[in-house]
Each structure stands twice: as C-alpha cells, then as structure tokens.
C-alpha cells in the first residue's frame, strides 16, 4: 500500500476509516481488449432485450438498480421473476438486485461458476463485477458472440487509513479461453485423439461456411436439403453462422445430441470445435452402409 497516486473520485475522499474502494485503472480502460470486450457485451445484451425496447450504454450506469438485468435473466431463463417492476428507492434496488442475483446463482452454482460479483459491488457500480456477471451469463447460455480471450485489466483498491487514502494495485482476468470459460475442461477421449494428430487438422477450415456441414448431413440422413434454407455460397460471417447453426438442426433431427460447440466457433475456424462436430457425426455414423 502506498499513498494514492492515481486520480480518485470526490466520494473517495468520504470513505470511513479503513474502508475501501476498488476502481478499474485508467489505462486498463484503454486497452483494446478491453474495450471489445465491454462493446461485445453491451451489443450481446441489447439483441437480447431489443424486444423490451431497452437500450443499454452504459454497463455500470444501466445495469446497477437490478432492472436491466431483471429482464435479461428472465429472457435468457425463460422465468418469471417475483419482484417489483419498477424500484426507486435504494433499499428497493437492492432487495430487486438480490432475488435476480440468487436466481443466477442457482443457475450458475451447480455448474461450478466462481461468483465474483455481490450485491453490493453491482448496486456500487463496480465495473468488474458486473462484467465478471455477464460473462458468465453469456457462457451459461451459450450466446452467440465471440469474447475476446485473455482479457486482463489492473484494478486500483483505495483504502482510508489514518485518515490518508492508500492504493495498491491488483490483476484481474475477466476471460480466459472460450473453452475453458464454457467449461469443456474436462477430457475424454476426443481430448486424446486431438492430442495426436494436431498436424492434419486442416481440413477443418473447408467446413468454416457451414455448407459441406449441411451437404454432408443430407448425405448421411439421405435427404435432399432445399437450397433455399441455407446460403450455398456465404459472403458474409452471418450467413456462414445461419448455415452451421442449420447444420446443427439437422445433426439434432437427426438424433445426434447438441453440439458442444457453437456456430460462432466453427466459423471462427476453431479447431477443436469443428472437429468435435466431425467426431460426433463419425460416431453416429460409421456404420452407416
């Protein structure tokens, strides 16, 4: 800890003795990833509400009072939570902020989410921690958006001791890789074949646009796919998106189980995604005569 060195706010200053303040330090705001990061979420959550007409800006300024984030879980979840609709009062925000976030914790727990975010920190305004929310709702239900990985910023913790404020500086991850985050840590024996044979895994890339995916399903179910369902020849990342996530319909018709992939990986020429489709469709199929 050392005196406060960086610019603080007014109400920093009104801190009681030994308490503290954490706030994201002005150049992590500048990095790139970072910013990504906060315009993906905010675009993620506009789609989803763009039929409740809300227009989200500002994460810390529109999602603190529980509103926003409200109707965003009843959206993702498919519920019907039991508060009030419109809360003015502080002690109002704060009981709506805490029924939505026990909701998400009774999602999020069982899976094994670190929770890294609190009432307090939510109605205080504190950036990572709402950041930290909406990562792991994106995760949890799997939207349809590609964070940025490795996102990283310094936070600075200021703390009235002595009647001088203190600082001191902290690294905190806000993502990792998709993979790891959607939690497919786990291995199997996919995990093994991929291990060996990295080198002929470019192959991959021919089913980036989704069209050999939805062609290959036809085969393999001995269907004809109507052309006008999906676009046979993609100009654009949505309609390469449009094509896989219709290929993952068929593969769902089909009997096979969802993939644990999503549409936006193949796409973005993931890999181990792509290959755990192709794996999944080898199994179901390999006795197919």
């Given at each position: 800890?050392?005196?406060?060195?960086?610019?603080?706010?007014?109400?920093?200053?009104?801190?009681?003795?030994?308490?503290?303040?954490?706030?994201?330090?002005?150049?992590?705001?500048?990095?790139?990833?970072?910013?990504?990061?906060?315009?993906?979420?905010?675009?993620?959550?506009?789609d989803v509400l763009v039929e409740e007409r809300i227009i989200v800006k500002q994460l810390e300024e529109d999602l603190y009072d529980g509103q926003v984030l409200q109707k965003l879980l009843e959206k993702l979840a498919g519920c019907k939570l039991n508060v009030a609709e419109v809360t003015q009062s502080e002690v109002g925000q704060r009981q709506k902020l805490q029924t939505v976030l026990e909701a998400v914790h009774?999602?999020?727990?069982?899976?094994?989410?670190?929770?890294?975010?609190?009432?307090?920190?939510?109605?205080?305004?504190?950036?990572?921690?709402?950041?930290?929310?909406?990562?792991?709702?994106?995760?949890?239900?799997?939207?349809?958006?590609?964070?940025?990985?490795?996102?990283?910023?310094?936070?600075?913790?200021?703390?009235?001791?002595?009647?001088?404020?203190?600082?001191?500086?902290?690294?905190?991850?806000?993502?990792?890789?998709?993979?790891?985050?959607?939690?497919?840590?786990?291995?199997?024996?996919?995990?093994?074949?991929?291990?060996?044979?990295?080198?002929?895994?470019?192959?991959?890339?021919?089913?980036?646009?989704?069209?050999?995916?939805?062609?290959?399903?036809?085969?393999?179910?001995?269907?004809?796919?109507?052309?006008?369902?999906?676009?046979?020849?993609?100009?654009?990342?949505?309609?390469?998106?449009?094509?896989?996530?219709?290929?993952?319909?068929?593969?769902?018709?089909?009997?096979?189980?969802?993939?644990?992939?999503?549409?936006?990986?193949?796409?973005?020429?993931?890999?181990?995604?792509?290959?755990?489709?192709?794996?999944?469709?080898?199994?179901?199929?390999?006795?197919?005569?």
């Amino acid at each position: 800890m050392s005196p406060a060195s960086v610019d603080v706010h007014p109400e920093d200053t009104l801190l009681e003795e030994n308490e503290e303040r954490t706030m994201i330090d002005p150049t992590s705001k500048d990095d790139p990833k970072f910013k990504e990061l906060v315009k993906v979420l905010i675009d993620w959550v506009n789609d989803v509400l763009v039929e409740e007409r809300i227009i989200v800006k500002q994460l810390e300024e529109d999602l603190y009072d529980g509103q926003v984030l409200q109707k965003l879980l009843e959206k993702l979840a498919g519920c019907k939570l039991n508060v009030a609709e419109v809360t003015q009062s502080e002690v109002g925000q704060r009981q709506k902020l805490q029924t939505v976030l026990e909701a998400v914790h009774g999602l999020l727990r069982p899976h094994g989410w670190a929770l890294q975010w609190t009432v307090d920190a939510i109605h205080g305004k504190n950036l990572v921690a709402i950041l930290h929310l909406l990562v792991a709702l994106a995760m949890h239900f799997r939207a349809p958006i590609r964070l940025p990985e490795h996102v990283s910023v310094q936070v600075v913790v200021v703390r009235k001791r002595e009647g001088l404020l203190h600082s001191s500086h902290i690294t905190e991850e806000l993502t990792t890789t998709t993979e790891m985050m959607m939690g497919r840590f786990e291995r199997d024996a996919f995990d093994t074949l991929f291990d060996h044979a990295p080198d002929k895994l470019s192959v991959v890339k021919k089913f980036a646009d989704g069209v050999y995916l939805v062609l290959l399903m036809g085969l393999l179910e001995d269907y004809f796919v109507p052309l006008h369902n999906f676009y046979l020849t993609p100009d654009s990342f949505d309609q390469k998106v449009h094509n896989v996530a219709f290929a993952f319909e068929l593969m769902l018709d089909g009997g096979l189980k969802t993939p644990k992939a999503r549409p936006e990986d193949v796409v973005n020429l993931d890999l181990k995604s792509t290959l755990r489709v192709l794996y999944n469709l080898f199994t179901k199929y390999k006795n197919l005569e």
